[in-house]
């Protein structure tokens, strides 16, 4: 009962260099999201995805890209990281019905970036 | 959008019965009202969800009074492992965008 699963769970990069956090779900769900948590702070949204092949902004998408080849996959990409992408990554799915919307989300990736 | 608003930090003691109060003025005719729980180092997993009146599940309840401006969440006889921060989220929040408010801290006391 894998749920959605993220990898890698932590990273340290140095600034500048790039990486691909990949989230994978095994419940069909048509919608993904990516969310950054920093420390004591709710959640912000970065990209989400309405199905495969569609990607959309969300709060703060500056400095990062989304992809959504396949309806299981979610790539968020860091092309070059910064100190401030220093944070904890929360990917997510959910299904709807109707305007009822539950969301299941990962366990997290801690990334600091040095 | 339905913006929340909910209290910033709450705290309680083990056995009480904690009500954590979401005020969402511009709630949409078809928007649902869904409530989430966040574990330190961990993410937020669904609690309970409802739409009007009364819900309740095995976790909490949820009050919907008739204008579904206001929710509450009620947690009975809490333990110290309640001790979370609780996200009120209203509807699929402007379409797809699924946006997250700064959520209640719930400090549980022995």
């Known amino acids: 009962n894998a749920g959605v699963t993220q990898t890698p769970k932590f990273r340290v990069l140095k600034t500048g260099q790039s990486m691909t956090l990949l989230c994978a779900q095994d419940?069909?769900?048509?919608?993904m999201y990516w969310y950054r948590q920093d420390p004591g702070m709710g959640l912000r949204l970065i990209h989400y995805?309405?199905?495969?092949?569609?990607?959309a902004k969300g709060e703060v998408p500056d400095g990062y890209n989304v992809s959504r080849l396949k309806k299981q996959n979610f790539l968020l990409g860091l092309e070059s990281a910064a100190p401030s992408q220093t944070s904890v990554y929360f990917c997510?799915?959910?299904?709807?019905?109707?305007?009822?919307?539950?969301?299941?989300f990962g366990e997290g990736s801690w990334l600091t970036v040095v | 959008l339905a913006k929340t608003t909910q209290p910033i930090s709450m705290d309680s003691y083990e056995g009480q019965e904690v009500n954590i109060t979401c005020s969402h003025n511009?709630?949409?005719?078809?928007?649902?009202i869904t409530w989430y729980q966040q574990f330190p180092s961990q993410g937020p997993r669904f609690i309970i969800q409802?739409?009007?009146t009364k819900v309740t599940n095995e976790v909490a309840s949820l009050f919907i009074p008739a204008d579904r401006k206001s929710s509450t969440l009620s947690l009975p006889r809490v333990s110290l492992s309640d001790t979370a921060v609780y996200y009120c989220l209203v509807g699929g929040a402007g379409g797809f965008k699924t946006i997250f408010g700064a959520g209640t801290r719930l400090f549980v006391k022995a």
């Open positions: 409802g739409y009007k």
């Open positions: 997510a799915s959910s299904y709807r019905v109707g305007s009822r919307n539950t969301i299941y």
């Open positions: 419940m069909n769900h048509e919608y």
């Open positions: 995805s309405v199905g495969e092949g569609t990607t």
């Open positions: 511009n709630i949409a005719t078809n928007d649902y």
